[in-house]
Structures are given as structure tokens and as C-alpha cells.
């Protein structure tokens, strides 16, 4: 018995630390008078598949993100040093593919191009899965200062996407979003 209480410490940590971490994705359920039910959804498998730009990825998630009837194949960010690099010096991105940030914490945040090479769609997505608001054809920045994109309330989610995805899918201010782990 004692040689397996280290294992069962670690996979209650496990439980807890999930439950706080970056990388859990909450969803919720319910009708429309807010009676809503919450559940977080935890992905902990190792992705060897391409990533968004058609290089190798390390060990990131990817998730399906549907906005109305589109989805996006979105690889993740939610370590610190994810969030921080982001897409920065990708120079391609697949037509139906993104980065889906997810902050640890619902807050305002506000995203640069620093460092990137081709232009964005920046769409920021509140805790309770709708779209917040969306910078279009976001250009790569240039010379410093980098113009900061800032969202106008605590959002949860930022999901970047080619420049033009949003209009030409018809993405607006208000639609709701799905974010579901990719199989």
C-alpha cells in the first residue's frame, strides 16, 4: 500500500490541477433562461500531427471550434509560453485552420503582431462561448510600437484565423461558439 500512495497523490493533484489549469475548456449547457449546467473538459494526449502551418507540432491540443456552421481546426495555446508565441513567425496558415488561446483565467487581454508574417482574424470569445468582438485583417507589425488589439470586456478564448476567414464566413459580434476537443 505504500508504494502506491504516491500514485494516488498524484492523480488527485492530477484531478485538482485540471480543474484550474490552462488547457481545460469549459462548456456549458442548458436552456436559455441561464439554468446552465458546467463541465470542463480536459485533453491530455500528446499530438504528433501537423500543426496549423504544416510543420511538426509538440504536444498540443487541437480542438474543433464551430461559429455558426463553420469550424476551424484549431491548434492550441494555453502554456505560458504558447500564449506568448502564439502563431509568431508562421508563414502559412491552412484555410480552415487556427490557433485557439486559452487563458488560465476569463479577463481582458489584448494580442500584437509582433513577429508574425502574414496578416489575422482576431476573434475574441467570452466565457459563456459567444463572440465577443473581431479585429479583421489584423497586418503583421512593422516597426515598434506594435498596435495592441484589445478585447472591450473579460474574454476566456481568442481564436486566430487567415485574414478575411470572418467575413468570408459571415462570422459576427454575438454568434456562439463550440469548442469540442478534435478526435
Request: glycine content about 4%; overall charge neutral.
Amino acid at each position: 500500500m505504500r508504494a502506491q500512495t504516491p500514485i494516488l497523490i498524484m492523480l488527485v493533484c492530477a484531478m485538482v490541477a485540471a480543474s484550474t489549469l490552462p488547457g481545460c475548456v469549459t462548456t456549458h449547457t442548458g436552456a436559455v433562461n441561464n439554468s446552465s449546467k458546467t463541465s470542463a473538459t480536459v485533453s491530455v494526449r500528446a499530438v504528433t500531427k501537423s500543426s496549423a502551418d504544416g510543420n511538426s507540432s509538440t504536444a498540443r491540443s487541437h480542438y474543433v471550434v464551430t461559429i455558426g456552421s463553420t469550424m476551424v481546426n484549431a491548434e492550441s495555446a494555453s502554456t505560458p509560453a504558447e500564449l506568448e508565441t502564439g502563431l509568431m513567425n508562421r508563414t502559412f496558415l491552412n484555410e480552415n485552420a487556427g490557433m485557439l488561446f486559452v487563458f488560465p483565467t476569463e479577463q481582458k487581454q489584448s494580442f500584437w503582431m509582433k513577429n508574425m508574417r502574414i496578416p489575422l482574424d482576431i476573434v475574441f470569445i467570452t466565457k459563456d462561448m459567444h463572440v465577443l468582438n473581431i479585429y479583421q485583417s489584423v497586418p503583421p507589425c512593422t516597426a515598434d510600437p506594435c498596435v495592441s488589439y484589445a478585447s472591450n470586456a473579460p474574454i476566456k478564448y481568442v481564436l486566430e484565423v487567415n485574414a478575411g476567414f470572418s467575413a468570408q464566413h459571415g462570422i459576427t459580434i454575438g454568434d456562439t461558439v463550440l469548442i469540442a476537443p478534435a478526435s
